[in-house]
């Protein structure tokens, strides 16, 4: 089975600076993705990781160590629109399906 | 419009009733997916479709729940005598095939079960 694991909450201030943690458990890894959702939308693509290290874009990095099964999200310069769910996904064994966290629901205070 | 559309975008039905949810993917994406979002859980995968090959449909979670494709593109997601924790959002994504392309995301039929 999959077992991803993430905070269920989260809190920041405007221009801080936020980590969001994702462990997981899965039978085979075939990469990790990171998805934002706004309330009431779906979810859209941030970022993918399948080999070890950081990968920056933007405001918004992630990073991978496979050893430890461990992600997490860095978002930088927070602003009010940042304010959203962070879903961690990870594809397992076979090449297409995802497992997904419950998502961490980021919230930025002025 | 290029992204995945999905309709009803709301549905109230009681308990029993059968309803009927449609997905329309990106054009020229051949893998298609269910999920179902329910309050403070994780998307949950229901079924996947990837050209002509047999769906998985491991994720559905009764036998009154079933999906097509028709034609490669559009899909139908059909639940059966629903029951009212069948209430959830059901979400569409479409991909083109490959292992390190992202899902491109519906925006979700929010169903009630009353």
């Known amino acids: 089975g999959q077992n991803i694991d993430q905070p269920t909450e989260m809190t920041a201030t405007e221009g801080a600076i936020v980590q969001i943690n994702c462990t997981y458990q899965t039978s085979g890894f075939n990469g990790l993705f990171w998805y934002q959702q706004h309330a009431g939308e779906a979810p859209t693509f941030l970022s993918y990781?399948?080999?070890?290290g950081l990968e920056e874009k933007g405001r918004f990095s992630s990073f991978l160590s496979r050893s430890k099964g461990y992600s997490y999200l860095l978002l930088k310069e927070l602003q009010m629109k940042d304010s959203a769910s962070y879903l961690c996904?990870?594809?397992?064994?076979?090449?297409?399906?995802?497992?997904f966290g419950a998502g961490t629901t980021v919230t930025v205070r002025a | 419009g290029a992204g995945v559309s999905q309709s009803p975008s709301n549905k109230v039905t009681e308990k029993g009733k059968d309803v009927e949810l449609r997905c329309d993917p990106i054009?020229?994406?051949?893998?298609l997916y269910w999920y179902r979002q329910s309050l403070g859980q994780g998307l949950e995968f229901l079924i996947y479709f990837q050209g002509n090959s047999a769906p998985d449909k491991s994720g559905l979670p009764s036998d009154r729940f079933s999906a097509e494709r028709t034609g490669g593109s559009v899909s139908t997601l059909t639940i059966q005598r629903t029951q009212q924790e069948d209430s959830a959002v059901y979400l569409c994504?479409?991909?083109?095939?490959?292992?390190?392309?992202?899902?491109?995301f519906g925006p979700g039929t929010r169903l009630t079960v009353l």
């Open positions: 990781n399948v080999l070890d």
């Open positions: 996904a990870v594809r397992g064994s076979n090449d297409y399906k995802l497992s």
């Open positions: 994504a479409s991909t083109l095939a490959g292992s390190y392309n992202e899902q491109f």
């Open positions: 054009s020229g994406h051949t893998a």
